[in-house]
Nanobody, 117 residues
Framework: QVQLVESGGGLVQAGDSLRLSCAASGRTFILTGMGWFRQAPGKERELVASRRRSDATYYSESVKGRFTISRDNAKNTVYLQMNSLKPEDTAVYYC???????????WGQGTQVTVSS
């Protein structure tokens, strides 16, 4: 089993920055990648950024150039640096981890990010 714990959410103003953290514990050696998802009220959950074990990254068009996903292997922690935040970035952000089959099997509890205009 793998456990994920997110932190770093909060209330900020448009244009501000936030960094989310996701600490993984347990059988982390089985993971093949990590991702950050978000879900806004009334909307479907969407993948905003991911990083595979090969360090290949993906960013959704809505966050490309503003968000950066990184990791600290020594701390088993993945980060999402969010710059130039916009009100439309307001959502609950979830960290997720890929299993050996490449599926997002493990999920954190979510952290709220609210961006005021």
């Amino acid at each position: 089993q793998v456990q994920l714990v997110e932190s770093g959410g909060g209330l900020v103003q448009a244009g501000d920055s936030l960094r989310l953290s996701c600490a993984a514990s347990g059988r982390t050696f089985i993971l093949t990648g990590m991702g950050w998802f978000r879900q806004a009220p009334g909307k479907e959950r969407e993948l905003v950024a991911s990083r595979r074990r090969s360090d290949a990254t993906y960013y959704s068009e809505s966050v490309k150039g503003r968000f950066t996903i990184s990791r600290d292997n020594a701390k088993n922690t993945v980060y999402l640096q969010m710059n130039s935040l916009k009100p439309e970035d307001t959502a609950v952000y979830y960290c997720a981890a890929r299993n050996s089959g490449g599926e997002y099997e493990y999920w954190g509890q979510g952290t709220q990010v609210t961006v005021s205009s």
